[in-house]
């Protein structure tokens, strides 16, 4: 069964353009060009460094602590290695 939600996804993917046109943080678009270069399309590697966003809201929501850029960062570095489902 697919429990992904549309809207979610789209608005992840709105974080996402919105990273990659402000270059905030610039590792976003480092990451899609990395991505890129490795052979994932545009739309799959936007939809891997969502998964990075989706892990840092998820921490943020779980811990109650702010974001945190480093850890985000680190997850931008693994990629395309997903992060792990806590």
């Known amino acids: 069964m697919n429990r ?3 809207r979610v996804n789209n608005l992840i993917l709105q974080v ?3 990273q990659l046109r402000d270059n905030r943080p610039p590792e ?9 270069g490795e ?3 545009e739309e799959e590697s936007k939809h891997l ?3 990075a966003v989706v892990a ?6 779980k811990s109650s602590k702010p974001f ?3 850890r985000y960062l680190e997850l ?11």
């Open 56 to 61: 840092e809201m998820y921490h943020v929501l």
């Open 16 to 18: 996402v353009e919105n």
């Open 39 to 41: 052979g994932f399309s």
């Open 4 to 6: 992904t939600n549309p």
């Open 28 to 36: 976003s678009n480092l990451t899609l060009a990395r991505l890129l």
């Open 68 to 70: 945190n850029e480093q």
């Open 76 to 86: 931008l570095n693994k990629l395309p290695e997903l992060p792990a489902s806590e």
């Open 49 to 51: 460094i969502g998964s």
